[in-house]
């Protein structure tokens, strides 16, 4: 079942003006629950309009929003419950930080929603663990942390009201590659804890192979492609032709088949290329090239 379904999804900035960009145009797509999907696309695809949509962060110009089957728009009085359902992690949310305390920072949102003080605290506790922050820290100021740590005590606060969709845009943006590691291993703990349905936004090819298990291309505000990530990044010329790039292992094993190498040109993980480049060693390939 689909915990995510847009229908003919527009949506225009300025509309009516000379400055009018329509910036999602016409996107249908079904996300089923407990995916975790990669979000690509270049500098003003559309991609982050896009997932703003999904806790109504925006309303579609045209088109319809559904979360878990309920048209999000059909009752605005009721947009803010959505708000709960999915939980966006905008990019560098360390920015976001304003509470004196770690506890009160991650506790912020599930105090809005109404939650008893024993249910935020176990909350509280638990998100800080998911993202590797210790519960001995949380009296400590958030703005004593390094960026790093800032960026993981704002997306415990994401989680710690449970959402079913955790969207994530660009959660690793400016990290070096040890950050970003720890940053998206965690988010998958989690995912594989939670069980939930988590959109990560990424510039990363890299990040997005390791990570998801399918992927969202965006492309001049259009769906250009979902499905699995294999199938995706087996489209190289025309993601390269969109101003994208695959990873880098996908690009070296394509030249080896082109060279005429027996190896499959679709591998876009390290571990699966090294189990590769092991059977033909074993087999001899290559050894005398």
Same mark, same amino acid.
């Given at each position: 079942?689909?915990?995510? =379904?847009?229908?003919? /999804? ?10 009018? =960009?329509? +910036?999602?145009?016409? /996107? ?42 309920? &048209?999000?728009?059909a009752d605005p009085k009721k947009v803010r419950e959505f708000r709960f359902k999915v939980g966006l992690v905008f990019q560098y949310p360390e920015y ?5 305390? #770690?506890?009160?920072? /991650? ?12 249910? #935020? ?12 922050? *210790?519960?001995?820290?949380? &009296?400590?100021? !958030? ?6 740590? =800032? ?16 969207? %994530? ?6 990290? &070096? ?9 965690? #988010? ?13 936004? *990424? ?5 997005? +192979? ?16 979902? &499905?699995?990530?294999? +199938? ?24 080896? +088949? ?6 499959? !040109? ?10 590769? %480049?092991?059977?033909?060693?074993? =087999? ?6």
């Amino acid at each position: 079942m689909s915990v995510i =379904k847009l229908e003919h /999804v527009s949506y225009i900035y300025s509309q009516g003006t000379p400055f009018e =960009k329509t +910036a999602v145009d016409d /996107v249908c797509l079904e996300v089923e629950k407990g995916a975790i999907v990669g979000v690509i696309g270049h500098t003003g695809s559309g991609k982050s309009t896009l997932v703003q949509h999904l806790n109504a962060l925006l309303q579609p110009t045209s088109g319809k929003v559904y979360i878990d089957g309920v &048209d999000m728009w059909a009752d605005p009085k009721k947009v803010r419950e959505f708000r709960f359902k999915v939980g966006l992690v905008f990019q560098y949310p360390e920015y976001q930080l304003f509470e004196e305390s #770690i506890y009160k920072d /991650v506790a912020f949102g599930p105090a809005n929603m109404g939650l008893s003080q024993q249910e #935020i605290d176990e909350r509280v506790r638990q998100a800080v663990q998911a993202v590797g922050i *210790s519960t001995a820290e949380l &009296d400590k100021s !958030p703005f004593e942390l390094s960026g790093g740590q =800032k960026r993981r005590v704002a997306i415990a606060g994401v989680m710690a009201m449970r959402p079913e969709v955790l969207v %994530l845009d660009e959660p690793t943006a400016g990290l &070096d590659p040890r950050g970003r590691e720890l940053i998206l291993g965690q #988010i998958k703990e989690y995912h594989q804890a939670a069980g939930n349905t988590v959109l990560l936004v *990424s510039h990363s090819m890299e990040d997005i +192979a390791n990570y998801a298990g399918k992927a969202l291309v965006m492309n001049s505000g259009k769906l250009y492609l979902y &499905d699995e990530v294999a +199938a995706v990044f087996s489209h190289q010329q025309e993601l390269t032709g969109m101003g994208l790039s695959v990873p880098q292992v996908a690009r070296i094993f394509t030249l080896l +088949a082109q060279k005429g190498y027996p190896v499959n !040109p679709n591998v876009f993980r390290v571990e699966d290329a090294v189990l590769q %480049l092991k059977t033909l060693l074993e =087999k001899g390939v290559g050894t005398n090239a």
